[in-house]
């Protein structure tokens, strides 16, 4: 008889013990696999809010003073006028080495106007590239097109009283609300909106701006390095790396990912252990049938590998369905953590993991059951047969 049909005979007789060394691997691996898939899709998805944030790097005039402020330049109370970057110099941006790892190039033109007596922030833009670099911006209605549109802030709004399809007054210049922002909780919400051709001829700067954001195409392009070649290329400015608030979240994400290779030791050790006293009871409960295989002409080579093929079975199919148990876990709660919908956590297929998972329950099989295994190897047939 093969040692294999003695192997799977075992397993069928002994079905209480092997479901039981089945259940507890099964669990540690689904617990493994799905910390690990869940980390690793929130950690993707950190990486594609990065990509979507908007600006990675904010260029500005140096040595501003002033009373308004929006994206870290001041505006308002001193003179602007040598205070400006010259955009036709911004060309220079795409010239730079790392050139291909930037989206979107958004500059702006900010001043102070009189809207019905009050002083407020207008700020120029390309429409087309700003509202594509801001994905968080909800617009009700249009983007200003062109002359005589304007787009408000939800806070200028309320305080002027205006909507969509009003006219308002700009330093004596008429413009029509093409829209209004939703809240954004920031200083959008406290800004006039216009084409930036149209703002530059309302402030007097034509071919000025005050302000430039730069969005770079990936999450992991090397920003320091773009920030250092934009420097050079451009002098007079300051040119600043804007990531806090992703950066934040991929720390966090760094620490969950610590915690789940955490859990993992744990849940292995764990594993192990439970191997270890199931197979070390196995063991003592067929002395006698080992020491028959002894008798019969068995070497200690022959019931070594009887009993690792055991544990070795239990512990790949508690690896394959671990596997899957994890998976199922990461899918049903993915769906809570923004899951499904595009930008957001999703899982994808990592052949790596389910290697990783099946292999590292049969190796923590196959050590635990290691020593339990010489022991049988070891054991004396006459000894063995006196038990009968």
């Known amino acids: 008889m093969r040692l294999e049909t003695i192997t799977f005979n075992n397993l069928k007789r002994r079905k209480g013990r ?33 990509e979507l944030f908007g600006a990675n790097i904010l260029i500005t005039p140096q040595s501003d003073q002033l009373s308004l402020s929006y994206g870290g330049i001041s505006l308002g109370g001193v003179s602007l006028t040598e205070h400006e970057i010259d955009q036709a110099s911004l060309a220079k941006i795409g010239t730079i080495r790392n050139s291909r790892n930037i989206a979107a190039v958004a500059p702006k033109v900010l001043g102070a106007v009189e809207v019905e007596g009050r002083r407020m922030l ?79 001829r309302l402030l007097g700067k034509q071919g000025q701006v005050s302000l430039v954001e730069v969005a770079a195409l990936c999450a992991n392009c090397p920003v320091s390095d773009m920030v250092a070649q934009i420097s050079e290329v451009l002098p007079g400015v ?37 191997v270890f006293v199931t197979m070390m009871a196995a063991v003592n409960e067929r002395t006698r049938e080992i020491g028959i295989f002894r008798a019969i ?59 990783a998972a099946l292999s590292s329950a049969v190796i923590v099989g196959l050590l635990a059951a290691l020593q339990p295994a010489l022991r049988a190897s070891r054991l004396d047939p006459s000894e063995a047969l006196r038990t009968l």
Request: cysteine-free; aromatic content about 6%.
């Open 18 to 50: 092997a479901l039981f060394l089945l259940a507890g691997l099964l669990v540690g691996v689904a617990t493994v696999v799905a910390l690990m898939s869940l980390t690793r899709a929130l950690g993707e998805r950190a990486r594609h809010e990065l």
């Open 122 to 200: 207008l700020m120029g833009v390309d429409p087309q590239v700003e509202f594509g670099l801001k994905k968080w911006w909800q617009l009700k209605g249009e983007r200003p097109t062109g002359e005589g549109t304007l787009v408000l802030g939800s806070e200028v709004a309320r305080l002027l009283k205006l909507s969509r399809g009003d006219a308002v007054d700009l330093s004596g210049h008429s413009f029509q609300v093409s829209g209004i922002l939703q809240p954004t909780g920031g200083q959008d919400d406290q800004l006039l909106i216009a084409d930036l051709a149209v703002a530059q």
């Open 238 to 274: 300051d040119v600043k790396a804007v990531q806090q608030v992703v950066k934040t979240r991929m720390h966090a994400i760094g620490q969950l990912q610590l915690f789940a290779w955490g859990v993992t030791v744990v849940v292995l050790l764990v594993g192990a252990l439970l």
């Open 297 to 355: 002409g068995y070497r200690r080579s022959h019931i070594l590998r009887l009993v690792l093929v055991e544990a070795g079975i239990v512990s790949a199919l508690a690896g394959l369905l671990g596997y899957l148990a994890g998976i199922g876990v990461t899918l049903g709660a993915l769906p809570f953590l923004g899951g499904g919908h595009e930008g957001h956590a999703a899982w994808h297929f990592d052949p790596q993991l389910a290697l």
